[in-house]
């Protein structure tokens, strides 16, 4: 919990302590050291991540013979669920947490990244360890968003454009909050996107890239499993900035919604997750959490307390 010093009266929650997950590691380890057996890699991920790319693609291939209602009934469905899974299956990757080797986790990335069009995966690795290790705090962590965005998207109106386009703005923000030096690596992730795609157009066309894209629209707006993006670290319940979901999309979203427990201990796999609040149940069971996203998603939507500003931020 942190100690709350405004009301979000058009203005950010400030804090002046340190986020809560390093205090609760520190007091987990010291009570259930057990904890560290769960740490490490789960080449699961690996052959779920693959599993999915393959299966978005094949689509791909196949989908512009259907006429565009079902052509948008699938891309919905079944290729925005995919590509949901396919964020968060990068982010997992990101962590390390497929393999033992950084290198075979990057490449694994890469892969993973083409479905998803635009090469982010790498930059995203850089981008949300700045969210981990310095969360909240001022012109680091892009996760938050702007004061423009708080400012211009506000009423249920606002917010619901804002949600609706929100993947453009996650992916958008970063440059405008925080300069990074390029890597190697982000270069790889362009250049092998690039071919890639490229080699993908040749044999799936423009339909095939046309449902790619919807897909990446659809599974970052108005989708149930978008709903995880506000229910991470939206502040509906003052005192607390990070919130789990214990409800049945973490089935497909590699346990994402257990994000307490994913910021307190972030080199435990998600499929170990569930063990972790098993283990550790007093440290979990008295904070908030959520049983169903698209409840979250309405209350984002219609609540007049829950604005842009909702967040928690350090200096």
Known sequence: MSDIKTAPNNDFYWVD????H?????EILAKHPEVKKLFGSDINLAYATIFLVVVQLTIALFIGQLSW???ILVTY?????IAHALFLAI???THDLAFKSKVNNNRLALFANIPIIVPYAISFKIYHGMHHWDQGKDGVDADIPTEVEAKFFKGFFGKLIWFLHQIVFYAVRPVFVKSIKVTKWQVYNIIFQIIAISIFIYFAGWSGLIFLALSLIFAGGLHPTSGHFISEHYVFHEGQETYSYYGPLNKITFNVGYHNEHHDFPTIPGS??????KMAPEFYDNLHSYDSWLKVIFGFLFRKDVTLYSRTKRK
């Open 77 to 81: 469905f079944v290729g925005a669920t």
């Open 17 to 20: 302590d340190r986020e809560p």
């Open 91 to 93: 982010h997992e990757i």
């Open 69 to 71: 209602f079902p052509f």
């Open 22 to 26: 390093f205090q609760r590691r520190k």
């Open 272 to 277: 170990r997750l569930p063990k972790l609040k």
